[in-house]
Nanobody, 123 residues
Framework: QVQLVESGGGLVQAGGSLRLSCAAS????????MGWFRQTPGKEREFVAA????????YYADSVKGRFTISRDNAKNTVYLQMNSLKPEDTAVYYC????????????????WGQGTQVTVSS
C-alpha cells in the first residue's frame, strides 16, 4: 500500500515557476514508477510527466516538454515536478500517481493516487 500527498500548488503569474512535491508512505517507494497528471473541470485527466523507479528515465507530454522537470529522491520518498515558464493553460489540479516498476503514460496503469493540488496561472 502506498499513500501519496501532494503539496506546492498555488497561484502564480504567467511566466513564473512552481515546484510540486509528492510525499509517499511505505518502504517500497523506490520500486514504484511515479507519474504526474492534471485535470481541469469538464476535461479528462491528462498525462504530464513520469519517472522510472530508479529515476533513470523520464517522459513528458509534448505540452510541457522543455518547461517541466520531473525528479525523485528515493531517500526522502518524494517525487517532484518543477514547473517553469508557466502558462494560463497549465491551470489545473495536479495529481501524482504510483505504479510498480514500469513507467506508463496511462491513468488506468496507476494503482495509487494522491488527492491533488491546485495550480492556477494568471495571465
Amino acid at each position: 500500500q502506498v499513500q501519496l500527498v501532494e503539496s506546492g500548488g498555488g497561484l502564480v503569474q504567467a511566466g513564473g515557476s512552481l515546484r510540486l512535491s509528492c510525499a509517499a508512505s511505505g518502504r517500497t517507494f523506490s520500486s514504484y514508477s511515479m507519474g504526474w497528471f492534471r485535470q481541469t473541470p469538464g476535461k479528462e485527466r491528462e498525462f504530464v510527466a513520469a519517472i522510472s523507479w530508479r529515476g533513470g528515465s523520464t517522459y513528458y507530454a509534448d505540452s510541457v516538454k522543455g518547461r517541466f522537470t520531473i525528479s525523485r529522491d528515493n531517500a526522502k520518498n518524494t517525487v517532484y515536478l518543477q514547473m517553469n515558464s508557466l502558462k494560463p493553460e497549465d491551470t489545473a489540479v495536479y495529481y501524482c500517481a504510483a505504479r510498480p516498476y514500469s513507467t506508463s503514460r496511462y491513468q488506468p496503469d496507476y494503482d495509487y493516487w494522491g488527492q491533488g493540488t491546485q495550480v492556477t496561472v494568471s495571465s
